[in-house]
């Protein structure tokens, strides 16, 4: 991606109503069209109000949220929605879940013991973020790690404090417009669905890359 102000809306990779009956069409559409949308119109918007130079010595995101902390607030929360959904998106696919096969499924079950005692951490992540987050698995130091960030943060945010960094192996977002329509507010049935579809060749790409 390049750091101009050009974004836009990532093409989805199946119809809004794939995911049913675990993710119901209207908020796929309305997570979709018009949340995510309108990350990317913001970002773009934020991106004008920058310095050129600071412009031409960004050129990706990723750039970015290595010096995030640098960065005006409308980059850090429009930037990190845009960069989150894409790949939240990439994680799911119809007919999805089980359990994750090869590098990643070994180094789940090494990490965590078992893969439901993985599922019962990233699903406690899951819970317990206060408010509006994300949940995530990722690589740290070579080690499989649970956490969450808050907002849109993610883990390639280099911030101040000590927060959640790694490489992104798993995400799911936990904001209310991600689940309200089908589970008013039983995240936890919201949490238990996404197991139905995930899509674990694209977390071992993740992972492996």
Do not use: C
């Amino acid at each position: 991606m390049d750091f101009q102000g050009n974004y836009s809306l990532p093409k989805l990779p199946y119809a809004y109503d794939a995911l049913e009956p675990h993710i119901d069409k209207m908020t796929m559409e309305i997570h979709y069209s018009k949340h995510h949308q309108a990350y990317v119109t913001n970002l773009n918007k934020a991106i004008e109000t920058l310095d050129k130079n600071v412009v031409e010595h960004s050129k990706s995101l990723e750039s970015i949220f290595g010096k995030m902390s640098k960065f005006p607030e409308a980059i850090r929360n429009n930037g990190g929605g845009h960069y989150n959904h894409s790949l939240f998106w990439s994680l799911m696919k119809p007919n999805g879940g089980g359990t994750p096969k090869g590098k990643l499924g070994d180094a789940i079950t090494s990490t965590f013991g078992s893969f439901d005692e993985f599922k019962k951490q990233f699903s406690d992540a899951s819970m317990k973020r206060f408010g509006s987050g994300w949940a995530w698995l990722v690589v740290q130091d070579g080690k499989l790690v649970i956490g969450s960030t808050a907002n849109q943060d993610n883990p390639l945010m280099s911030l101040r404090g000590k927060g959640l960094k790694g490489k992104p192996v798993l995400a799911l977002d936990v904001w209310e417009h991600a689940y309200y329509l089908k589970n008013q507010n039983r995240r936890a049935d919201y949490i238990a669905s996404f197991w139905n579809v995930v899509n674990w060749e694209a977390a071992e790409t993740l992972f492996n890359s």
